[in-house]
Nanobody, 117 residues
Framework: QVQLVESGGGLVQPGGSLRLSCAAS????????MGWYRQAPGKQRDLVAT???????NYADSVKGRFTISRDNAKNTVDLQMNSLKPDDTAVYYC???????????WGQGTQVTVSS
């Protein structure tokens, strides 16, 4: 079993920054992909950013140039640095990991990010 624990959400004004962190524990080896998704009220859960073990990244168009995903393979952690935040970024952010043998997908419990003045 794998556990993902997120931290770092909160309330921030438009134009501000937040950093989300996620730590994976349990039977994680190997971790193929880690990433972040978000879900706004009444909407589907959408990809924000992912990163592979080799460091290849993928971003949603809406966050390119503002968000940066990073990963520490030794610590099994993934961070999301969010800059120039907009009200449209308001959502519950979920950490995601694809790991283990056989390969399975796991989700964190979610952390709320609210961008408002």
């Amino acid at each position: 079993q794998v556990q993902l624990v997120e931290s770092g959400g909160g309330l921030v004004q438009p134009g501000g920054s937040l950093r989300l962190s996620c730590a994976a524990s349990g039977s994680t080896f190997p971790i193929y992909v880690m990433g972040w998704y978000r879900q706004a009220p009444g909407k589907q859960r959408d990809l924000v950013a992912t990163i592979t073990g080799s460091g290849r990244t993928n971003y949603a168009d809406s966050v390119k140039g503002r968000f940066t995903i990073s990963r520490d393979n030794a610590k099994n952690t993934v961070d999301l640095q969010m800059n120039s935040l907009k009200p449209d970024d308001t959502a519950v952010y979920y950490c995601n990991s694809q790991c283990g043998i056989p390969r399975r997908e796991y989700w964190g419990q979610g952390t709320q990010v609210t961008v408002s003045s």
